[in-house]
């Protein structure tokens, strides 16, 4: 009803031009047909395929078509509308009182004549009361006549709508199958939560997908769902995903942070008693290289138990003038339909700086990002890391924009005991064997990164001499390594030194 009643308003406006952008053809034409309030107002549709046609609105459900015939014009043929230019020409010297629907047409208006055509017929609007309606996937206006034409978006279906949408679809399999569809709620609950912002068609197809595998909605369906909704929305390579990301969940380390996601969750997944809380917006994670910045991030996909999203920033600039900002557009856009999510930009400062050598493609992605940032009102947090703060814009990182600034440190001993065992463990290495205490007070200084190779290197010259990898092995790696924390002291000691005032631990 909100669709139908804004359509209604813009054909009654004065914009001679509506252009509705969506793979919903059919949909959208039945709604231009129930908005069409006016009988004086014939509708009309042109295709490649059938050139120019009537809508006859005599049946709702299966709409006729005919060839135009005007008066007192001899019968044409199929093929005299089928060209662009010539219906164009047809319409603007014979037609009144008409909606024209062009389907797909967007190719066609790289040729100045087709350009000018369809500017004249916008032009004489209020003699002919010809209104053109463009329908297509995608539609770029031209700069000729874009102060002529307006947008209307096809409205996504809601919670209420989809979860109508799966009652629907289960009695259509009980009648066909003569049982039930077994349902577990929080399946569907989490189903109908991670189908919000697919069309309507969409919505029914995966719906289906999920119901008729097995006859059942379980939480695998929630995970199939997801997949083929991000095919569906991110196809240009410039947003990673990953569903998986419970494991994470249970990582060591980053105490303070996961106390600070447990007290959001609820809020940021919707379940929100309390309507004066703000839905949380996103953290800066800072720290020394190689101390688990990525694998915080997807600790925090684990934690509230949704899908990681990564912005590729090498992906998304291109050298094409308008290209990366229309990149990093419908890169947010995929996000917002794929929430709730987490979105991670991994080193920031690589794609969003602010010194001498700024170019105006960034600037211009800065602004991109922080207008979304300002108005985005989906369920996606942004965990963004960085390892050169100093060149982040402060506008970029100030209260408003992220929530917090967490600052991911060296590990300390009892966090490094914890990180070699989940190593040790990784490569099917009995813990007991191991003197953690001994390793741990050792490698002092060490990253979560040095630690992990300091075990590889261990594992491979203990096979070299066909032994297993003990303490002893292990020892001699992290004695012969010079962690990053010794040679690079000066800048870590200065970021740890910034830090300290400016951040919270994130341990």
């Known amino acids: 009803m909100f669709d139908l009643n804004n359509l209604k308003l813009l054909l009654q406006s004065h914009f001679p031009i509506i252009v509705i952008e969506t793979h919903e053809e059919v949909r959208a034409i039945d709604l231009l047909k129930r908005a069409n309030t006016s009988s004086q107002n014939t509708i009309l549709s042109w295709s490649a395929t059938d050139g120019l046609n009537d809508h006859h609105t005599g049946s709702q459900s299966q709409p006729v078509y005919k060839e135009l015939q005007l008066e007192g014009e001899a019968p044409k043929q199929q093929h005299d509308s089928a060209t662009p230019d010539t219906m164009l020409e047809r319409v603007k010297r014979h037609f009144k009182d008409s909606i024209v629907l062009l389907l797909d047409f967007h190719p066609y208006l ?24 463009f329908i297509s996937h995608q539609f770029e206006i031209p700069a ?6 307006t947008r209307f978006e096809l409205s996504l279906p809601d919670k209420d709508k989809i979860k109508q949408l799966v009652k629907d679809e289960a ?9 039930k569809v077994k349902a577990d709620n929080k399946a569907v609950d989490l189903l109908i939560q991670n189908l919000t912002g697919v069309t309507n068609s969409d919505a029914k197809r995966l719906i289906r997908n999920a119901i008729y595998n097995d006859g059942a909605i379980t939480h695998s369906d929630v995970k199939g769902v997801m997949e083929a909704k991000y095919q569906l929305v991110s196809q240009n390579g410039v947003l990673a995903f990953e569903y998986d990301t419970a494991e994470f969940a249970d990582v060591g380390g980053f105490k303070h942070l996961k106390d600070w996601l447990n007290k959001r969750k609820q809020v940021f997944l919707g379940d929100q008693t309390n309507k004066a809380l703000d839905s949380p917006k996103g953290i800066l994670l800072l720290g020394v290289q190689g101390c688990g910045k990525s694998l915080a991030a997807k600790a925090i996909a684990g934690v509230w138990g949704v899908p990681l999203l990564r912005l590729d920033f090498g992906a998304l600039f291109n050298k094409y003038i308008g290209e990366t900002e229309k990149n990093i557009r419908d890169a947010l856009k995929s996000a917002e339909t794929l929430s709730p999510c987490v979105l991670w930009i991994d080193e920031i400062e690589k794609g969003i700086q602010t010194s001498d050598g700024t170019t105006g493609t960034a600037q211009r992605v800065l602004a991109t990002f922080l207008t979304w940032m300002a108005e985005n009102k989906k369920s996606v947090f942004i965990v963004a890391t960085a390892n050169d703060i100093q060149s982040l814009p402060p506008e ?23 990180i070699l065992a989940v190593h040790l463990q990784k490569r099917d290495l009995d813990v007991a064997r191991f003197d953690l205490a ?3 007070h050792e490698s002092d200084g060490f990253s979560g990164a040095e630690l992990e190779q300091a075990i590889v290197s261990a594992s491979y010259s203990a096979f070299a001499n066909n032994q297993n990898a003990d303490n002893e092995y292990i020892l001699k790696e992290i004695h012969h390594t010079r962690p990053l924390s010794i040679v690079m002291s000066e800048k870590i000691d200065e970021l740890r030194a910034w830090a300290k005032s400016r951040s919270v631990s994130a341990n």
């Open 144 to 149: 000729e006549f874009q102060k002529l034409c």
């Open 438 to 440: 001994l390793l741990a």
């Open 171 to 179: 009695k259509i399999w009980n009648l066909k199958n003569k049982q």
């Open 110 to 133: 790289t040729e100045p004549r087709i350009v000018r055509l369809v500017k004249e017929i916008a032009l004489n609007h209020h003699e002919n009361n010809i209104r053109l309606v």
């Open 396 to 418: 970029l990182i100030r209260k408003g924009r992220m929530d917090e600034i967490f600052f991911v440190d060296l590990p300390d001993t009892q966090t490094r005991k914890e």
